[in-house]
Antibody, heavy 118, light 107 residues
């Protein structure tokens, strides 16, 4: 059974760095073809892809946010990490991680709400 | 970036009706399109990928079609659990962008 779960700080202040963790089970990021992606959704709004990382450590970032994003993984602990630098109120959203099958998001976590507020 | 445009933005229908949601890509994406359902307060759920392949466990009343720039998701005989929001997403390279969503409500 594939499961993913996001964790984050809940609330942080503008200009800080947001650190998110995706802990997953039911698959391995050492398996060829596997990937984990991050998508966010402001309350009441649509979905925005942020980044994803593949089994071979290839990373892809949303060009609009690339300068602020850093992805990494720990295959042995089945975790993927996303850092977003210099957050502001526009980064307030629910952040999801998802398993990437080829290029679609086959399994999603429950999401973690991040609020950026002074 | 490829822009994805969904229509309608909202839709009201009754249980048992058939509805169709459309998605248009700003350029040719061949058949590289996925559809997701999202219920209020929940994470999205994959319905269709490669434009017409149903994801595992998705009921056969859902069907996807189209290629190139025009796509549709059809739901036959709406069930109470089908109400929610629907999103298309192209999976033709990066960045994979989503449509703005269609909110399907009970009439």
């Amino acid at each position: 059974q594939v499961t993913l779960k996001e964790s984050g700080p809940g609330i942080l202040q503008p200009s800080q760095t947001l650190s998110l963790t995706c802990s997953f089970s039911g698959f391995s990021l050492s398996t060829s073809g596997m990937g984990v992606g991050w998508i966010r959704q402001p309350s009441g709004k649509g979905l925005e892809w942020l980044a994803h990382i593949w089994w071979d450590d290839v990373k892809r970032y949303n060009p609009a946010l690339k300068s602020r994003l850093t992805l990494s993984k720990n295959t042995s602990s089945s975790q993927v990490f996303l850092k977003i630098a210099s957050v502001d109120t526009a980064d307030t959203a629910t952040y999801y991680c998802a398993r990437v099958d080829s290029a679609w998001f086959a399994y999603w976590g429950q999401g973690t709400l991040v609020t950026v507020s002074a | 970036d490829i822009q994805m445009t969904q229509s309608p933005a909202s839709l009201s229908a009754s249980v048992g009706e058939t509805v169709t949601i459309t998605c248009r890509a700003s350029e040719n994406i061949y058949s590289y399109l996925a559809w997701y359902q999202q219920k209020q307060g929940k994470s999205p759920h994959l319905l269709v990928y490669n434009a017409k392949t149903l994801a595992e466990g998705v009921p056969s009343r859902f069907s996807g079609s189209g290629s190139g720039t025009q796509f549709s998701l059809k739901i036959n005989s709406l069930q109470p659990e089908d109400f929610g929001s629907y999103y298309c997403q192209h999976h033709y390279g990066t960045p994979p962008t989503f449509g703005g969503g269609t909110k399907l409500e009970i009439k």
